[in-house]
């Protein structure tokens, strides 16, 4: 029976900028006939990715559980190796030649051609096989005619050692690190490597419609002699104010799949991801505004054998406040009344808890939780059951 976890989120942030496009302008996007702010997906799961990071300097999650995203695959390989005794000198050629074996090519200036991303134990596992194999692996020739690229692949096809091969073939599996469980990956020159992510998670939007303001600004010389007017630096910096629709859903089995059948593993990442997904904020000129504003209303759904439901449909027609009334408190409602609906026409096994700081109104929804840790809680509890 599919188990699939959903988190929905209300978060007001206070004038802000805190996910740019190419311009430095917030993001938004049209939505419902208005515009809406917008946090793109991306942003969100990099700030989970930095919350995990936090979580192995405070002892929560091992090195080990996580993944590093790089072109520097080379040079991390090398600190493996050499701190292993391995001469520094021989490390780069042998480890081009190891990579080449299974079709991943190492450019000149050292990076790979694409980013990998690779878990932590992954890396380590790929070193040790290299080590291992030292004295058969054959470096690469170096190309006579100036022609690099024919060089390499000649070199691919006649000096591939089938044991090694397989053995670096074997290791590209995840490493059971849980941001590649969560959120997938692709290498390029070995899709049947590639990781179907466990976790989806929507482009946060604007429960209302949003206007784009400008703040302008000047900076003074702090040297400048005192009969001198003028400011010495002047600029504008857009940004807006939104409550925003936040929305992820896991699929527990394919998490569990992901980490290698490791169920303890995968509640700890469960447990990581929806903390991240609540505490974490994007960064984007946070010295400028400093918009720490941690959502006030979280629900969190365990279902069984139905389908993900994204509710930012509640705000199809945007949320508009009266004086004294509570924006997020409205949305809050809109929220809870369109699940409702939704429940009653789709119906489905599941279990609701409800973090509401807003003392919204969600006509029996879901069970109250007094906290985040709390309903992180009752949340494993429930997907335990």
């Not at 692949?153 to 050692?161: E, I």
């Not at 406040?321 to 809050?332: D, F, G, P, W």
């Amino acid at each position: 029976m599919k188990t699939i976890i959903e988190i929905h989120a209300l978060q007001n942030y206070a004038p802000s900028n805190l996910n740019r496009d190419d311009t430095g302008a917030p993001k938004d996007a049209w939505f419902g006939g208005a515009r809406r702010a917008r946090i793109s997906s991306q942003c969100l799961k990099r700030a989970v990715r930095q919350h995990f990071s936090e979580l192995v300097d405070q002892n929560t999650l091992a090195h080990g559980d996580l993944a590093s995203r790089t072109k520097r695959i080379l040079q991390r390989l090398s600190e493996i190796i050499t701190a292993q005794g391995r001469d520094e000198n021989e490390a780069e050629a042998k480890i081009r030649a190891a990579l080449a074996s299974v079709k991943l090519t190492i450019k000149d200036d050292g990076k790979s051609q694409y980013l990998l991303f690779l878990g932590n134990r992954e890396l380590e596992n790929i070193a040790n096989i290299i080590s291992e194999s030292w004295d058969s692996i054959k470096e690469l020739p170096v190309a006579s005619n100036g022609d690099e690229k024919k060089s390499k692949k000649k070199a691919k096809a006649a000096q591939v050692d089938p044991d090694l091969k397989k053995a670096l073939e074997n290791v590209f599996n995840g490493g059971k690190a849980l941001d590649v469980a969560l959120f997938g990956r692709m290498l390029a020159d070995m899709p049947e490597k590639n990781q179907d992510a466990a976790c989806q998670v929507a482009h946060a939007i604007s429960t209302h419609a949003v206007d784009r303001e400008f703040d302008f600004y000047t900076a003074v010389d702090d040297l400048k002699p005192e009969d001198t007017a003028g400011a010495d630096m002047m600029g504008t910096i857009e940004f807006n104010s939104a409550c925003f629709y936040r929305y992820a859903v896991l699929d527990w089995d394919k998490l569990v799949k992901n980490l290698q059948g490791d169920k303890d593993l995968a509640l700890k990442g469960i447990e990581a991801f929806i903390n991240g997904f609540v505490i974490a904020e994007p960064t984007g000129k946070q010295n400028t505004f400093a918009a720490h504003n941690p959502p006030e209303f979280v629900m969190a759904s365990v279902r069984r054998d139905a389908a993900p439901r994204n509710l930012a449909n509640a705000f199809e027609t945007p949320v508009f406040v009266r004086k004294n009334q509570s924006l997020t408190k409205e949305s809050a409602q809109e929220l809870a009344a369109k699940a409702k609906v939704l429940q009653d026409a789709y119906g489905g096994e599941g279990k609701n808890y409800i973090l509401n700081l807003l003392d919204a109104q969600v006509n029996g929804l879901g069970q109250k939780a007094d906290s985040l840790q709390d309903l992180v809680q009752k949340t494993l509890n429930a997907v335990k059951e």
